[in-house]
């Protein structure tokens, strides 16, 4: 049983370059999340989606785009990386009405 | 403005004495608690959760207090093992928020054999 998965572990991205981060969860569960974590600051939600097709913002939500076409994969793109997106990015999911996430083990990302 | 609030960063204990981590909050429209423990390089895991309406849960050598009156909640690991070590975080949740949980920032806890 996989849970979370999150690829890649580490990324290491130029200012201005664009990538994917990508998410995948075996559970079949409906809502997914991702946070990014830095150093003083906890846990941050970026976006969220509590079903396929139906995303919506969280806290620090700039400078992220996602989408849900399927209720497994829950992809985070960041556009135009900054040195400010610098951070651990982690994503969750949990089943319907359910309080309990699970993560992934998160993607380490570094923009020079 | 944190509405969950873990003010020990750091906590050290001896092997087989008790831990007690703390956590405060300040929305008293939570009314689901729970307990994250993170390794380096991991992601968090779900440890224990207590709901609004009870004011202890137990599981195993991990039991939360919940003080409602205090806004007030406890982590208490007994005996607390070397493999314990790791950082633990606090969070909370209301109904209808779209399950969104609000996060402390963690407390470091070592345990030295």
């Known amino acids: 049983n996989a849970g979370v998965t999150q690829t890649p572990k580490f990324q290491v991205l130029k200012t201005g370059q664009s990538m994917t981060l990508q998410c995948a969860q075996d559970?079949?569960?409906?809502?997914m999340s991702w946070y990014r974590q830095d150093p003083g600051m906890g846990l941050r939600l970026i976006h969220y989606?509590?079903?396929?097709?139906?995303?919506d913002q969280g806290e620090v939500p700039n400078g992220y785009n996602v989408s849900r076409s399927t209720t497994e994969d829950f992809p985070l793109r960041l556009l135009s990386a900054a040195p400010s997106q610098t951070s651990v990015y982690f994503c969750?999911?949990?089943?319907?009405?359910?309080?309990?996430?699970?993560f992934g083990a998160g993607t380490r990302l570094s923009v020079l | 403005d944190q509405q969950v609030k873990q003010n020990s960063p750091s906590l050290s204990v001896q092997e087989g004495r008790i831990s007690i981590l703390n956590c405060d909050y300040t929305?008293?429209?939570?009314?689901?608690f729970l307990w994250y423990k993170k390794y380096p390089a991991e992601g968090p895991t779900f440890l224990i959760s207590?709901?609004?309406i009870k004011d202890k849960n137990e599981d195993g050598r991990f039991t939360v207090f919940l003080n409602k009156s205090a806004k007030h909640l406890s982590l208490h690991i007994v005996p607390s093992q070397p493999g314990d070590s790791a950082v633990y975080f606090c969070?909370?949740?209301?109904?209808?928020?779209?399950?969104?949980?609000?996060w402390g920032l963690g407390t470091s806890l070592a345990v030295n054999p």
């Open positions: 969750a999911s949990s089943r319907s009405g359910g309080n309990i996430q699970y």
């Open positions: 559970m079949n569960h409906e809502y």
């Open positions: 989606s509590v079903g396929a097709g139906i995303t």
């Open positions: 929305n008293s429209m939570f009314d689901y």
């Open positions: 207590i709901s609004s």
């Open positions: 969070a909370a949740t209301r109904a209808g928020n779209n399950r969104k949980l609000i």
